[in-house]
């Protein structure tokens, strides 16, 4: 079974987040949504809140194939300052397990030397904070196991692009058929 954990920190963006979470559990992906707080209600960045499955300190993330970074402020600066967050994305990156991270959130990833000679996609405005990287105006790109979008406009082609890495290209093609998605 594949399995994906969707981390939520405080301020994220709803839509970035969820439409991954909804499509990746169409096409039969296990997905956790795991807080990076202290609570399991986690506050997006424009007042929906969410409940999580688990809480980063009680996840197993040895156990996921992918990792997947929600935008939004304060929500990608909250990913930024957390320890564990920084110590799983690097491990996930660098052992070759798939990092997801749309909107701002590509940044944590920059700050972490991950993206160096990657092609990726970001919100415009945080174009400038990332180092080392070809940034390219599309709506989702994959390069490698580092897969990344733009932002909220973006999010079911990034849902649609993780679920071809995860799944294959057919599985995706079946998921936006059945949302009506052209």
Do not use: W
């Not at 963006?13 to 909804?22: F, G, R």
């Not at 973006?154 to 995706?172: H, S, Y």
């Amino acid at each position: 079974m594949i399995k994906v954990n969707v981390l939520l920190a405080d301020g994220f963006e709803e839509i970035e987040a969820l439409t991954v979470v909804d499509l990746l559990r169409r096409a039969q992906i296990y997905v956790d949504t795991v807080s990076i707080g202290d609570e399991y209600q986690v506050h997006g960045a424009h007042g929906i809140n969410v409940q999580a499955e688990d809480l980063f300190e009680e996840s197993d993330f040895s156990e996921a194939d992918a990792i997947v970074l929600p935008g939004g402020m304060p929500g990608t600066a909250n990913l930024k300052e957390h320890e564990g967050v920084r110590k799983v994305v690097t491990d996930f990156a660098e052992g070759g397990k798939v990092v997801g991270a749309i909107c701002a959130a590509p940044t944590v990833l920059s700050d972490l030397g991950l993206l160096k000679g990657k092609r990726i996609a970001c919100y415009p405005s945080v174009e400038s904070d990332i180092q080392g990287a070809v940034i390219v105006k599309v709506p989702a790109v994959v390069d490698g196991n580092i897969v990344t979008s733009r932002g909220a406009g973006t999010a079911i082609d990034f849902a649609l692009e993780l679920i071809t890495v995860l799944a294959g290209k057919e599985r995706a093609v079946g998921i936006a058929e059945s949302i009506i998605y052209e």
